[in-house]
């Protein structure tokens, strides 16, 4: 039997931790039909029975108030039967409670998985399961996703309740129906015959004039005050969750005592210098790290076995034609030959794979250990004055990891003012880890001022044209709400499986792109294409920005990956002094995205947006291009 | 900016004004009428309290909205 089981829940409460525990490393990331957001998907075969694990975004409640909200709740309503796994947080199980009773108006059988009953027992929280499930009337499971404890149960209760119910959709009786029957009753016969099963649940969306379904309402007759039934259903779910609460849990003493580091966030100056030096010293730590070891052991790997083996055979065996020349270009060096066997492989398996693992490990380090949620309040203020709210700096950290999540992300905001402002910093003034790998290896020869100065002239940048999207964009961010997650020593486990699969996305949707690249470069070269190209732009790269007419390649590569044309530059323009470096490394960072950024970009934000945004970089671009281009110019 | 004097003490929230579309919005963090809440840190910005063994970050126009008895 095949059963789709769904992980549903508030974030931070360890259901990618179940995920990754129950599918081991089979998970795909995959797209949501028609859209960008990734969604974890994993299947594992148990008592003869094949499972599939979905772990659903993060979600508060089924009334979304974001789109990666919204994508969640439509995970539940495709036309696929499911089993709905709520996990919730033992010590805070009653705040959780909520979201339990809006699932339950779903036709599909719930299970919660009660979670972290190790902390709640260390908080002296004692909860009574049998009569968690009496007064819920759904099987609970008490699990500690972290050291796999409850999982063999829960995958157990999971199939006893599929052989029962053989995908039979369920009528249950909650504390709304005297409410929701009446509202059912007017939209009922409006609904499409895939939404009728979801009539309950519709009804209570349409009260609560959720944007999708607000439409049903022109059907209720206006006798019916929506307002106050609605009122009505949430001061009955308040009643409904402190009386279960209260007789199936029995609470701690135990206050948890604030961090300083918590305590201090509240503070607009201190709590930014904190929680950024933290986070700049684990990164910048790491990428100083791996410049250093990361580096050097593959490079002699490919120095001393690869290039041997490889090039210097492959040079004898292969015949003079383009088929040599694409493969191993037509000399040794490895950034100046271009071909797909020598730069191709060095790129990707001996610069940027190995560091990228070490990053990925560092980001995967970050997100469990809770520090990501806390940047939130800090950068609230700082990014309200650049147009945006704290949460953009969720997505602009995750840009630092790859620019196509960082733009994807910006789902998590809520206003299309923040989005657009967002996906603008995520465009010029972020570079992703690949590109940053290569920024530190070409311009950081150079000596690392250099890259610290590129750091320093990108904020600016950001600053700057953050500034005036928010004078000339109309538009308010709403106040903040933010739940900072416990601080948590990260699992090796589900930090080593997150950096899995990160590896493997790269090594499938970026590695084609790396190579696309650098055999695209091959051929200009080739063609003599490259020639013309230079001599066309040569007023812009040589007038404004006093750089070699060549430097163009790595713009035009930019745009299919930006870490190949940094490291294109060190082969095009292979005399170029700091200073040029800097102005090139920085017009290529600023000045288009790479393509799969551009593609989600046009789906995030609309065509017409995606086109204010080049028009806006290509400015951008020529103005700090052009002054650096002028003080690069000026002889000592 | 709420009195430093409410840092560290338990209080239980008697109401929240600002419409049904605010208090959906805090019902997740548990942040409702009847709920306990500790003020745990109190800066220029917003609030921290901690509320159903949670910490959750209030902004100072939001916190300004609840209502709360010792």
């Known amino acids: 039997m095949k059963i789709k089981v769904i992980l549903f829940g508030h974030p931070n409460v360890g259901k990618s931790v179940i ?25 594992l075969e148990y008592c003869g029975h094949q499972i599939v694990v979905v772990d659903a975004p993060g979600a508060y409640s089924l009334i979304p108030r974001n789109e990666a909200e919204t994508i969640a709740r439509k995970i539940l309503f495709d036309e696929n039967y499911k089993i709905i796994v709520h996990v919730v947080d033992a010590t805070s199980l009653k705040r959780h409670l909520h979201l339990t009773l809006e699932l339950l108006e779903l036709p599909f059988p719930v299970v919660l998985a009660v979670n972290q009953v190790d902390r709640a027992e260390r908080l002296g929280i004692k ?54 029957s009446r509202i ?9 015959s895939k939404n009728k099963i979801f009539s309950k649940a519709i009804a209570y969306f349409t009260v609560f004039n959720d944007k999708e379904y607000s439409h049903l309402r022109k059907n209720i007759p206006p006798a019916i005050n929506l307002e106050e039934i609605a009122n009505k259903i949430v001061t009955n779910r308040i009643k409904v969750v402190e009386d279960i609460y209260r007789e199936a849990v029995q609470e701690g003493e135990e206050f948890f005592k604030v961090s300083l580091v918590d305590s201090l966030l509240v503070h607009p100056v201190k709590g930014l210098i904190i929680t950024t030096s933290i986070t700049l010293a684990i990164v910048w730590l790491t ?63 001996f610069m940027i794979l190995p560091c990228l693992i070490v990053l990925y490990f560092v980001l995967g380090v970050l997100e469990d250990s809770g520090i ?77 001022a250099y890259v610290l100065l590129l750091y320093i002239i990108l904020l600016l940048v950001t600053i700057l044209v953050g500034f005036f999207l928010n004078t000339v964009i109309k538009g308010v961010e709403e106040p903040l709400v933010v739940e900072l997650p416990p601080w948590r020593k990260p699992l090796l486990e589900n930090v080593l499986a997150k950096t899995f699969l990160r590896v493997k996305e790269f090594l499938l949707r970026g590695t084609p792109l ?24 040569s007023p812009i790269f040589s007038g404004l920005f006093n750089l070699p007419k060549d430097t163009v390649v790595a713009i035009i590569v930019g745009i299919l990956r930006k870490d190949v044309a940094v490291g294109v530059l060190k082969s095009v323009a292979p005399q170029l002094s700091p200073l040029q470096m800097l102005t090139a490394i920085t017009i290529t960072t600023l000045c288009f995205p790479c393509i799969g950024t551009l593609v989600v970009s046009l789906k995030e934000v609309g065509a017409k947006q995606t086109l204010l945004m080049i028009g806006l970089m290509i400015i951008v671009t020529v103005i700090t291009g052009g002054i650096l281009g002028l003080v690069s110019s000026i002889k000592p | 900016m709420p009195s430093l004097s409410v840092n560290n003490k338990v209080f239980r929230i008697t109401e929240v004004r600002g419409g049904l579309s605010l208090l959906q919005k805090l019902i997740p963090f548990g942040i409702y009428p009847g709920a306990k809440i500790k003020v745990l840190s109190i800066g220029r910005k917003g609030v921290l309290i901690e509320v159903n063994n949670s910490i959750v970050f209030l902004d100072n126009k939001i916190f300004s909205k609840i209502y709360y008895r010792g």
């Not at chain 1, 490393?25 to 960008?36: F, K, Q």
């Not at chain 1, 696309?516 to 003599?528: P, R, S």
Request: net charge positive.
């Open chain 1, 19 to 43: 995920f990754n525990k129950l599918t081991k490393l089979t998970a795909i990331v995959s797209n949501y039909p028609g859209t960008t957001v990734e969604i974890y998907e994993g299947t």
């Open chain 1, 127 to 180: 909860i009574n399961k049998e009569k968690l499930e009496e007064l819920l009337g759904i099987p609970v499971v008490f699990t500690v996703a972290t050291e796999g404890k409850g999982l063999e149960e829960l995958l157990k209760t999971i199939i006893t309740i599929a052989e029962k119910l053989d995908n039979k959709y369920l009528v249950r009786k909650t504390s709304t129906e005297k409410y929701l």
């Open chain 1, 184 to 192: 059912e009753k007017y939209i009922s016969p409006k609904l499409s």
């Open chain 1, 287 to 349: 990428l100083a790290v791996i410049h250093e070891i990361a580096h050097r052991i593959p490079s002699m790997i490919y120095y001393s076995i690869y290039k041997k083996i490889v090039w210097e055979q492959l040079n004898k065996i292969l015949p003079e034609n383009i088929v040599k020349y694409v493969l191993i270009g037509d000399n040794p060096g490895v950034y100046s030959s271009m071909g797909l066997l020598t730069t191709g492989i060095f790129f990707v398996f």
């Open chain 1, 372 to 448: 990501l949620p806390r940047l939130i309040v800090p950068f609230d203020c700082p990014l309200r004055r650049l147009g945006m709210c704290g949460e953009a700096i969720l997505p602009i950290v995750a840009g630092t990891g790859c620019s196509i999540v960082g733009v994807f992300s910006t789902r998590i905001l809520k206003t299309k003012k923040s989005k657009f402002i967002a996906s603008v910093v995520q465009w010029i003034g972020v570079p992703c880890m690949a590109e940053q790998v290569m920024i530190w290896f070409v311009l950081g020869s150079h000596g690392p």
């Open chain 1, 514 to 537: 790396i190579l696309a690249g650098i055999l695209f470069v091959n051929i200009l070269y080739y063609t003599g294409a490259i020639n013309a190209l230079a001599e066309f732009t």
